[in-house]
């Protein structure tokens, strides 16, 4: 007579708490047992060329060089405290895994303190395509919180480079944004969006440029001083390969952004079609979301769209506003890409 005996890994769900360790390690699984808390977020960054770690970053009440070369993550800060301080975060490259992304730079709290501070955060670039992949996309240069502290700032956020196509129909990866979170300071505030990978099928494959990352998608403030100053621009679109398609350029704004002092806000040109290609990549908007602008002296400065990219036809001229606009600026809308023969 057969007997049917259990496997000691199908153990009923009523077993006790015990019993369930016990199980786990017949079992080789991992239990989360209840009350008991996750590690906290931890990062390593440099304050003073002195390597510290922790959830919280801190500097001290003097001048800071504070380098973060892992990117900040989520649940982590930076908190300079006073001073004149240079903080410095670089998210990783994607290295050595084909179509890889990007690290976002910052995706934490970066708090400058009171002072005149330089912060500088970038996105990682996109690993390229493996042979049929598509390129890895540019890390976001901001995705969470920058905060200037009080103080007169220089704030600059920069998207990754979109990774290359790979050799056979391969498109190119996607720019990453310059700022997708919220940048809050007095000063200049400075914001691209990192270019699209090109495509780089040598034989007449359909690989398309990647596009580009715009330079802000979400919130900028800039208010309390008339001497205030935000340059934002779009990545310019990856080119294609053989009859590939061109990438469109990247908007430079397509969130809110409010700004006491003048602006110059650029949407980036459109890549090349393939030369057995169809479509040139269109222009990214100047403007493409909510615009309040209330410089000294009027217009508060400028918007232009993108050109098109080369193709068959050519790529759609993007244009200078193509949201709300509250003040006065200079508007120049892109041109549209040449057709090719």
């Known amino acids: 007579m ?12 009523r077993a006790t708490l015990s019993a369930t360790a016990a199980l786990a390690a017949a079992c080789g699984m991992v239990v989360a047992i209840p009350g008991q808390a996750s590690a906290a977020p931890s990062i390593t960054c440099t304050v003073n060329f002195v ?58 709290t970066i708090d400058g303190g009171p002072g005149n501070d330089t912060i500088f955060v970038r996105g990682g670039d996109g690993d390229d395509g493996y042979v049929t992949d598509r390129g890895g996309n540019g890390g976001d240069g901001n995705n969470r919180t920058i905060l200037g502290g009080g103080g007169i700032d220089h704030i600059t956020v920069i998207g990754g480079s979109g990774g290359e196509g790979g050799i056979k129909r391969g498109d190119g990866g996607t720019g990453g944004i310059g700022n997708d979170g919220n940048i809050t300071a007095q000063g200049t505030v400075i914001a691209g969006g990192g270019p699209g990978g090109s495509a780089m099928s040598p034989a007449n494959w359909d690989a398309d440029g990647g596009a580009g990352g715009d330079g802000s998608n979400s919130e900028i403030y800039l208010l309390g001083n008339p001497d205030n100053r935000a340059v934002i621009s779009g990545g310019r679109g990856g080119n294609a390969s053989a009859s590939g398609e061109g990438g469109n350029g990247g908007h430079g704004t397509d969130g809110v952004t409010q700004v006491t002092g003048t602006v110059d806000i650029r949407g980036a040109n459109g890549g090349r079609a393939g030369h057995q290609g169809e479509e040139g990549g269109n222009g990214g908007h100047g403007n493409n979301d909510q615009l309040v602008v209330t410089g000294p002296t009027l217009p508060a400065g400028t918007l232009l769209g993108g050109n098109g990219g080369p193709g068959r036809p050519g790529g759609g001229a993007g244009l200078a506003n193509n949201g709300a606009l509250t003040g006065e600026v200079t508007a120049l809308d892109g041109t549209t890409g040449l057709t090719l023969p």
């Open 2 to 13: 057969s007997v049917y005996r259990p496997s000691v890994c199908s153990v009923s769900w």
């Open 51 to 108: 390597e510290v770690s922790g959830t919280t970053i801190h500097g001290t009440s003097g001048d800071d060089t504070i380098r973060c070369g892992e990117g900040v993550v989520r649940g982590t800060s930076v908190e300079a405290g006073a001073g004149n301080d240079t903080i410095i975060v670089l998210g990783e490259t994607s290295s050595g895994t084909p179509s890889g992304n990007g690290q976002i730079g910052n995706d934490g």
